[in-house]
């Protein structure tokens, strides 16, 4: 499992054992405005994870490594490169990939300062393939209302599914959201 942003966070869960009720459950306790808190340092972003780095830390295991499922979150590095944390600190690799440019700070993992790797890599496939093979792939891509569209082989299994439309203050319509993308992904599994 890899993901950016919210992906790492699902995916993290998930590889930690978690089932998707459970997973869903958790998740839709808090609006995401809940979890966050304002930078002392507004001008490396305006809010701080350093809340959600805490609550991972009672979710999720201290390390990536002695995860039963293989796992990477999606970085990007202060040099703007993508980057694939297959090993260190899991809470903060979670919340690192979710680390939106200017909204957030960067999270600092095992010494370096990363922030959401899908601004430079949406869905980091090409590192994923580097590092499980010729194994077969499934990808969930979201919608975006902005900036280029990802760049994957036209062969490659994608369950797409629209923008969920939530916000810092309120998650819509989570469950509705939940069983569509359900149904979508049930759809292209169906055709493998």
């Known amino acids: ?9 699902v995916g993290s869960l998930w590889s930690a ?3 998707a009720t459970d997973i869903a459950q958790r998740l839709s306790e808090n ?5 966050v808190s304002f930078s002392r340092a507004p001008w490396r972003g305006l ?5 959600v780095v805490e609550q991972l830390a009672e979710w999720l295991p201290e390390r990536i490594e002695p995860l039963d499922r293989t796992f990477a979150a999606g970085v990007m590095t202060r040099s703007r490169e993508a980057r694939l944390l297959c090993e260190g600190s899991l809470p903060s690799a979670v919340a690192a990939s979710c680390s939106m440019p200017f909204v957030f700070e ?5 010494g370096e300062p990363l922030k959401d790797g899908g601004a430079v890599d949406r ?9 499980r093979g010729d194994r077969p792939v499934l990808a969930h891509l979201v919608a975006r ?3 280029p569209p990802s760049d994957l082989p036209e062969d490659l299994p994608t369950v797409h599914t629209p923008r969920s439309r ?7 319509d989570f469950d509705g959201q939940m069983e569509e993308a359900r149904l979508l992904a049930h759809a292209v599994i169906e055709t493998l």
């Open 1 to 9: 499992m890899i993901g950016t942003s919210s992906g790492a966070l």
């Open 17 to 19: 054992g978690l089932s």
């Open 31 to 35: 609006t995401p405005w809940s979890q």
């Open 47 to 51: 809010l701080t994870l350093a809340p």
């Open 106 to 110: 960067a999270v600092t993992v095992d």
């Open 123 to 131: 869905l980091a496939y090409a590192g994923w393939r580097a590092l």
């Open 145 to 147: 209302s902005a900036g």
């Open 166 to 172: 939530a916000k810092f203050w309120d998650l819509g």
